[in-house]
Nanobody, 118 residues
Framework: QVQLVESGGGLVQAGGSLRLSCAAS????????AGWYRQAPGKEREFVAS?????????YYADSVKGRFTISRDNAKNTVYLQMNSLKPEDTAIYYC??????????WGQGTQVTVSS
């Protein structure tokens, strides 16, 4: 089983930056694909970015964040990061970390609030 704890959210002005962290428990975290999702008030949860398991060689982004957000992972620290630059008010949401493995299951963190003021 994997437990995920997000941190790094907060209030930032438009154009600013934040870095989210997702710390995972468990010795097998490197075998999980990892990703970030977000949910704005009144909207469904949506995909933001993902990074492949092991060496994280493959990354994917939602069109809305391409060129502004960067996902990465440090398996030695059992941590996944989301660097968010050029933030916009529409990026305001609760951001959730996800870890998934076809054999071991799918896990979510509790979320961290990101608020971008205009």
């Amino acid at each position: 089983q994997v437990q995920l704890v997000e941190s790094g959210g907060g209030l930032v002005q438009a154009g600013g930056s934040l870095r989210l962290s997702c710390a995972a428990s468990g010795r097998t975290f490197s075998s999980y694909n990892a990703g970030w999702y977000r949910q704005a008030p009144g909207k469904e949860r949506e995909f933001v970015a993902s990074v492949s398991s092991w060496n994280g060689g493959n990354t994917y982004y939602a069109d809305s964040v391409k060129g502004r957000f960067t996902i990465s992972r440090d398996n030695a620290k059992n941590t996944v990061y989301l660097q968010m630059n050029s933030l916009k008010p529409e990026d305001t949401a609760i951001y959730y970390c996800n870890a998934g493995n076809a054999l071991r299951g799918d896990y979510w963190g509790q979320g961290t609030q990101v608020t971008v003021s205009s």
